[in-house]
Nanobody, 115 residues
Framework: QVQLVESGGGLVQAGGSLRLSCAAS????????MGWYRQAPGKQRELVAT???????NYADSVKGRFTISRDNAKNTLYLQMNSLKPEDTAVYYC?????????WGQGTQVTVSS
């Protein structure tokens, strides 16, 4: 059983910053990929960024240069530093952990960016 608990969302003005965290617990194998996804009202869930256990990262074009994904393997914790936030970044942000053929999701944390 794997559990993911996100924190750090909130309301921020455009141009501001937020840092999301995701703590993972349970049967986590060494080979895995962690990531952040988001879903805005009326839209499909979309990839924000992913990071492998070795540190290889991948970003959506819309967040490149503004967001930074990182992880602390010793703490099984994932982070997302979001800078220069825009109103279009408003969404529920979900933490994802992919192990082999299994996918695990957190409950989501709301990020709202006001103009």
């Amino acid at each position: 059983q794997v559990q993911l608990v996100e924190s750090g969302g909130g309301l921020v003005q455009a141009g501001g910053s937020l840092r999301l965290s995701c703590a993972a617990s349970g049967s986590i194998f060494s080979v895995n990929i962690m990531g952040w996804y988001r879903q805005a009202p009326g839209k499909q869930r979309e990839l924000v960024a992913t990071i492998s256990r070795s540190g290889h990262t991948n970003y959506a074009d819309s967040v490149k240069g503004r967001f930074t994904i990182s992880r602390d393997n010793a703490k099984n914790t994932l982070y997302l530093q979001m800078n220069s936030l825009k109103p279009e970044d408003t969404a529920v942000y979900y933490c994802n952990l992919a192990i082999l053929i299994s996918d695990y999701w957190g409950q989501g944390t709301q990020v709202t960016v006001s103009s």
